[in-house]
Nanobody, 123 residues
Framework: VQLQASGGGLVQAGGSLRLSCAAAGRTFSSYVMGWFRQAPGKERDFVSAITRSGSFTHYADSVKGRFTISRDNAKNTVYLQMNSLNPEDTAVYYC?????????????????WGQGTLVTVSS
């Protein structure tokens, strides 16, 4: 599956952004989808994941209560709504897909990756 992330940009602290990740292919609903982020000079970290049907979600503690992941299988798209953004959220955000069970949090469990979209939060 090919993934295309979009929606990044520059936003002030306290603001919101919605990221989208469009998947090419007819098997989108077969994949667990995840969002990761990588700040300059740091490792790529787990942000959130959602199961195939969207029934279950999982969040990193750092974004819990501020970010919401969702998916629309009819549109082959997964979203990440980000609210109450702060400068520590500045990173390149990547969407990823896996056939694994549950909501994996390790990068090595995801086989397919989008190209990333940059989110910059100014103070």
């Amino acid at each position: 599956v090919q993934l295309q992330a979009s929606g990044g940009g520059l936003v002030q602290a306290g603001g919101s952004l919605r990221l989208s990740c469009a998947a090419a292919g007819r098997t989108f609903s077969s994949y667990v989808m995840g969002w990761f982020r990588q700040a300059p000079g740091k490792e790529r970290d787990f942000v959130s994941a959602i199961t195939r049907s969207g029934s279950f979600t999982h969040y990193a503690d750092s974004v819990k209560g501020r970010f919401t992941i969702s998916r629309d299988n009819a549109k082959n798209t997964v979203y990440l709504q980000m609210n109450s953004l702060n400068p520590e959220d500045t990173a390149v955000y990547y969407c990823a897909a896996t056939l694994a069970v549950g909501t994996p949090i390790r990068t090595e469990e995801y086989k397919y990756w989008g190209q990333g979209t940059l989110v910059t939060v100014s103070s």
